[in-house]
């Protein structure tokens, strides 16, 4: 029985630590934590965006803060306090509490990333190095130069030499970039620069013209296209930024309201003609988009004409080790040539005939060569459309001697 009160005695301890000074660091831990609230300097905070409660000192440009037991604040943290930011410009803890100077931030660093889009980087600005804490002495900067204190994150850290900047009425453009000695913090050195044209001195930020994104969407088939029924027509579009031609810009296809069922657009922009009918179809490439009508109609049947001729008349016979050459020509009803057209050429056999009789060979698009082997007998050339494979035209031809 006293073993297991002792036990219990023990595990008691050890809940409030290993050692005496543990034990002592989490009693006054409880009692701080009890108590945080009720102070004169207890403020809810924001600490990169998460309410925290904390409590603020020491009112001048810099301010000490506490934080409540278990909670932390690091090197660069954004504070939001009463709708101001400050930046955590150092961090101490004595066992009980972690602890942060914070300063109070001047202003933002504005610029347009590399996608046209307002980037703000709140950032303390220093005129004056430090140095002598205890007598508080400082080291005024010559008059054209300034250092910017900014938290390291994505966006501060994008920013490079030569960068320049509004600040004030003043341009600045940055010559060095320390993002070791402090870490969590970037230190950007500048120098006075001049303005210029493409500087928005409304908006407080250097070189925004020449960064602005215009961006610009043409669907290049035209305001309206028509489609026969079942047919489908890939959308050619060209995209620029600034003017500058966009290569392989990620294009978003829409269909207006009430196009659904007559047309489909597909990821890639390929048209199907689902329905007779008439629907749209808008294109957006960022804020930027075009629009194209689309008639689908009724299909037109064309009728068209064959002829399969050889190189050497006549075309209808083959003397023996002859070789012809055999071109089959497509027309329109019209009687103009349909140019680009694909044949596939067989030979059907007669009676008594084989293979071994002739020599077949495709040597174009629209072109063969038949050569006469054996003979008397008689085989038909069959040139089959590839476009239209039920549409053919065919050429009986003896196969003779030579007498």
Known sequence: MVKNSWTSYQNRLNRSGATQKDRLIYNAQRVIEDQFTNSPSYHSVTVNGITQDVQIIKDSNKKRLLCKPGDTIGMGNLVVWDSVNWLCVDTDTDGLYQRGVIQKCDGYLKYLDSAGELVEVPCVINDRILMNVEENRYYLLPENQLWVIVGDDDESSA???????????????????????????????????????????????????????????????????????????????????????????????????????????????????????????????NEATDLINVDVVAGVVENFTYSLLANIEPSGELKYNQTKTYSATKRYSTGIEVTGSTFEFTVALSTGASTSNYLLTTSADAECTLKCLQYPYSITLIATDQDIPANNVARVISLKGLV
């Open 159 to 285: 920013i490079s030499v030569d960068q320049r900047f509004l600040l004030g009425s003043n341009a600045y453009k940055v010559v060095a970039v320390d993002n070791i000695t402090r870490p969590g913090i970037i230190t950007f050195k500048m120098h006075t620069d001049s303005i210029t044209q493409n500087d928005n001195k409304n908006l407080g930020i250097a070189d925004y013209y020449s960064n602005l994104r215009t961006y610009e969407i043409v669907i290049l088939n035209g305001d309206s296209v028509e489609i026969t029924l079942n047919n489908t027509l890939q959308l050619e579009t060209e995209c620029t930024n600034n003017s500058v031609l966009v290569t392989a810009p990620t294009i978003i296809y829409s269909l207006v309201t009430g196009a659904t069922g007559v047309i489909g657009i597909s990821a890639s922009g390929v048209v199907s003609a689902d329905a007779l009918g008439s629907g749209s179809i808008i294109a957006t490439y």
